[in-house]
């Protein structure tokens, strides 16, 4: 492939075709998401007070911020770095929501299988390889195929910053419309295999 030449803030890069496509239909597809109206639940705050009770111990206030944040937007990044507490909100997130929602369709995913194992033993919740929740099977090219859509009301994605380019942009485009997704990592931490720093470029 040819390079391309792309300016933003008045600097130029330079990209691959498919990668600066990928990149610029992942933001326009994120900004898709987020217009989705929601409305914070009318229980939360006593929710929280539940769970503090419950646990013994009471959320800092950026933490409750957090929560409130991620239970009330159509699209949300957790990052901090190791001991922030983002595994304990994971659980948080993932109790109070299934508290208030029995019905609706939970998805819990991180890109790798070790990833998805830690995030289904510290929440309690099942969870699986990105892949296996996308549906994508490789093909004897060593080619994925098309993404299946997350028949899910809130996705919770652990470890985002492994995520690269072509993996965040099949699971962009695999969320339905309405649906709550929340993206959990740190940019410090194991960067993605394949092109494309997607948590950093997010955050």
């Known amino acids: 492939d040819e390079m391309r030449a792309c300016t933003f803030d008045g600097t130029k890069y330079i990209y691959l075709p498919d990668l600066l496509s990928a990149e610029q239909d992942i933001a326009a597809r994120l900004g898709e998401l987020a217009t989705f109206p929601t409305e914070s639940p009318k229980t939360l705050e006593s929710d929280i007070r539940v769970l503090e009770l419950t646990q013994g111990f009471e959320y800092a206030p950026l933490q409750r911020e957090a929560i409130r944040l991620a239970l009330s937007s159509r699209v949300m990044v957790l990052t901090g770095g190791p001991g922030t507490g983002k595994t304990m909100l994971q659980k948080a997130l993932l109790g109070i929501y299934s508290r208030n929602h029995p019905s609706k369709e939970i998805v819990c995913c991180a890109p790798t299988g070790r990833a998805a194992r830690r995030m289904e033993q510290s929440t309690g919740f099942p969870a699986s390889t990105v892949h296996k929740a996308l ?21 919770l994605v652990d470890e985002v910053s492994m995520l690269d380019i072509y993996l965040a942009g099949d699971l962009f485009d695999s969320v339905k419309p309405g649906s709550q997704l929340i993206l959990i990592g740190d940019a410090d931490q194991l960067p993605s295999v394949g092109p494309g720093a997607v948590l950093s470029e997010m955050i």
């Open 135 to 155: 549906g994508l099977i490789a093909g004897e090219d060593g080619e994925y195929g098309d993404p299946e859509t997350l028949d899910a009301d809130l996705i």
